[in-house]
């Protein structure tokens, strides 16, 4: 295992157990107390990102327009699964700039793109888009299954940014062969700048690997404009912080045997019940660690960061909008309440009183009496 992967294996083993520490709680009516024990906050570990996700979104409500939103899936080959594992940052960077510049070079296009509050004949066409991208690894089964799920506005700010431009049809973004077509160009020109330039190693089996996958069809598919701009954000949330495999899908762990939860996309994504050796099981999830730093989420076009402020602003000055209002603070206790529909504030045994840190837990790695040791310390 690499030193991530090491790292990953270690967090989510110590997650919210007292080898991390935590406080005491206690009821303020019965006097009831529980420990409370730190998470790893590792961005593999299951239990680590619900807060994460819905601060993530909060963030991004501010940025909906009220326009078409579509659904953009780009596939790698799985001959370039290898490669992936050999030299995740550079695929999987690869498959971000090739993705959304292909998405970008077809809204510059005039043939797609059309202003439609303007007289046509000016030729005022083609524009720059929003694209959120999410870097997915996996399939069903914890195999290595690297695609890119792109969440795209239907329209953008015209080159010129005088004029908000939609697509020619509406319903329609672009025709999805053609896209492929260019996606798989865009790739493999860069797979072979990175192996010209030294990023993959000596690996001389990557030029025939080009050769080869030049003359296959890549996958790529979009699915139906979404239902209206919120409901974006609900999609968002299923796949923004999503890792390999939930805690859901796991049925059960028994005799060195894992069974969870799939769905067969060879069969109608049928819902279906898979086994794997313990070991197995852990391999398969540790094929879909990312390199240290990398970034999984990232924004393009009018989302991009430099300036995103002020060309969501001009596009909705353009499209007459307004502007969305400011969600209410709410705290921790509050954001899982509203999660979970779980108060973790109420005492669980009486049901009445509210629970309030009384002490605090020291991490057990910190002392070297027994491994089972607790130390507390009165907050005060």
């Not at 579509?70 to 971000?96: I, K």
């Not at 004949?121 to 089964?141: E, V």
């Not at 195999?143 to 940014?161: A, I, K």
Request: net charge positive; aromatic share 8%.
């Amino acid at each position: 295992m690499s030193c991530v992967q090491r790292k990953v294996i270690r967090d989510l083993s110590q997650c919210r157990t007292a080898a991390l520490g935590g406080h005491l709680e206690a009821c303020d009516r019965c006097g009831h107390r529980r420990p409370v024990y730190h998470s790893c906050r590792n961005r593999h570990c299951p239990k680590c990102q619900s807060l994460a996700q819905a601060d993530w979104l909060e963030a991004r409500r501010a940025d909906l327009l009220p326009v078409e939103y579509f659904h953009v899936v780009f596939t790698l080959p799985h001959e370039l699964c290898p490669l992936a594992l050999y030299r995740p940052r550079v695929v999987y960077d690869l498959l971000f700039r090739a993705a959304t510049a292909t998405l970008a070079a077809f809204a510059r296009d005039p043939r797609h793109f059309t202003d439609n509050t303007s007289d046509k004949t000016t030729g005022k066409t083609g524009g720059t888009l929003g694209i959120t991208a999410i870097l997915h690894t996996w399939a069903q089964n914890l195999s290595l299954h690297p695609h890119l799920h792109c969440v795209v506005t239907g329209g953008g700010l015209s080159l010129d940014q005088k004029h908000f431009v939609t697509p020619r049809h509406k319903g329609f973004l672009f025709p999805v062969r053609a896209l492929s077509k260019v996606f798989r160009a865009k790739f493999l020109e860069g797979l072979r700048r990175a192996f010209d330039g030294g990023k993959l190693g000596e690996d001389t089996s990557v030029p025939m690997l080009s050769d080869t996958l030049r003359n296959r069809d890549w996958v790529v598919y979009a699915k139906p404009p979404f239902a209206g701009p919120e409901s974006v954000l609900g999609y968002l949330g299923a796949y923004t912080h999503r890792i390999a495999i939930s805690n859901t899908r796991i049925r059960s762990i028994e005799h060195g045997r894992v069974t969870f939860r799939v769905r067969d996309s060879g069969d109608a994504k049928r819902k279906k019940v898979m086994q794997l050796d313990e070991h197995e099981f852990i391999r398969r999830f540790l094929l879909h660690v990312l390199p240290k730093g990398f970034v999984r989420i990232r924004q393009y076009g009018l989302l991009a960061n430099r300036n995103r402020k002020e060309k969501i602003a001009r596009c909705r000055d353009l499209l007459a909008a307004p502007k969305p209002e400011e969600p209410p603070t709410q705290t921790r206790r509050e954001k899982l309440l509203a999660l979970t529909g779980f108060d973790i504030g109420k005492c669980p045994a009486c049901r009445e009183g509210r629970m309030g840190i009384v002490e605090q837990i020291d991490p057990i790695h910190r002392f070297f009496g027994h491994p089972g040791r607790v130390e507390i310390k009165d907050s005060s």
